[in-house]
C-alpha cells in the first residue's frame, strides 16, 4: 500500500499563474516531508522541506503547506515559470530515521 | 566539489549478462540508497545501506545486488535474474544536519536490456 501518494499524474498551468502541486499519506509517524524536483534523464534535486511542527514554509517562489490532520501537504509555486516544468516528488520521512518514502511524482507544464 | 556521481550514463547490456552500476559520493554521508525509476513511474527502493560492510533489501530487491566496502562508494550489480532491467537507476545519499534530512542524488544511469 502506497503511503505517500500523489493523485495526480500531470498538472499544466499558464506562466505566471500558481502551480497547486498535492500530496497526501497514510503514516502518522512522518514527521519531515520533502520536494524535489526532477528533469528527465537527470537526478531529483532537493526543493523545498517542512517539518511537522510547522504548518508552512517558503523559499522564494516556493511555499509547502502541511496540513496534519488531513495528512496532506501541498506545494505552491507563484508565478510559475517555463522553466518550473519538471517531475516533482514529494517525499516524507519519520522519527531519526533515515528512509525515505517517495509519491509516485506529478509532472508540471507551464505554458509560455 | 562535493557531490554524488553515477557512471556511465547510459548503459547497453545483453540479456543474461550481469553488469555494474558504479555510484561514488565525497560527501561524507553515511547512507546511500539505489533506486529505479520506470517511465511515468515514482522512484523505487532497491537497496540502502546505513553505514559501510551493511545493507538491507528495499522494496524491489530481487535480482539486484549491491556491496558497501567503503563509505565513498555503493555499486548496483544487476543480475540476469532480473526479470525487466531496462530503467533508469538513481543512486542517493543522505545527510542529517541540523534539524533536517536530506537525500542528494546522482544524475543516474539508463540501463537497456537489448
Known amino acids: 500500500d502506497q503511503q505517500v501518494k500523489q493523485n495526480s499524474p500531470s498538472l499544466s498551468v499558464q506562466e505566471g499563474r500558481i502551480s497547486i502541486l498535492n500530496c497526501d499519506y497514510t503514516n502518522s509517524m512522518f514527521d519531515y516531508f520533502l520536494w524535489y524536483k526532477k528533469y528527465p534523464a537527470e537526478g531529483p534535486t532537493f526543493l523545498i522541506s517542512?517539518?511537522?511542527?510547522?504548518d508552512k514554509n517558503e523559499d522564494g517562489r516556493f511555499t509547502v503547506f502541511l496540513n496534519k490532520s488531513a495528512k496532506h501537504l501541498s506545494l505552491h509555486i507563484v508565478p510559475s515559470q517555463p522553466g518550473d516544468s519538471a517531475v516533482y516528488f514529494c517525499a516524507a520521512i519519520h522519527n531519526a530515521g533515515n528512509m525515505l518514502t517517495f509519491g509516485g511524482g506529478t509532472r508540471l507544464m507551464v505554458k509560455p | 566539489d562535493g557531490g554524488i556521481t553515477q557512471s556511465p550514463k547510459y548503459l547497453f547490456r545483453k540479456e543474461g549478462q550481469n553488469v555494474t552500476l558504479s555510484c561514488e559520493q565525497n560527501l561524507n554521508h553515511d547512507a546511500m540508497y539505489w533506486y529505479r525509476q520506470d517511465p511515468g513511474q515514482g522512484l523505487r527502493l532497491i537497496y540502502y545501506s546505513q553505514i559501510v560492510n551493511d545493507f538491507q533489501k528495499g522494496d524491489i530487491a530481487e535480482g539486484y545486488s549491491v556491496s558497501r566496502e567503503k563509505k565513498e562508494s555503493f555499486p548496483l550489480t544487476v543480475t540476469s535474474a532480473q526479470k525487466n532491467p531496462t530503467a533508469f537507476y538513481l543512486c542517493?545519499?543522505?545527510?542529517?544536519?541540523?534539524?533536517?534530512?536530506?537525500?542528494?542524488f546522482g544524475p543516474g544511469t539508463r540501463l537497456t536490456v537489448l
Open positions: 542517493a545519499s543522505l545527510t542529517t544536519s541540523g534539524n533536517h534530512n536530506e537525500q542528494f
Open positions: 517542512i517539518s511537522s511542527i510547522k
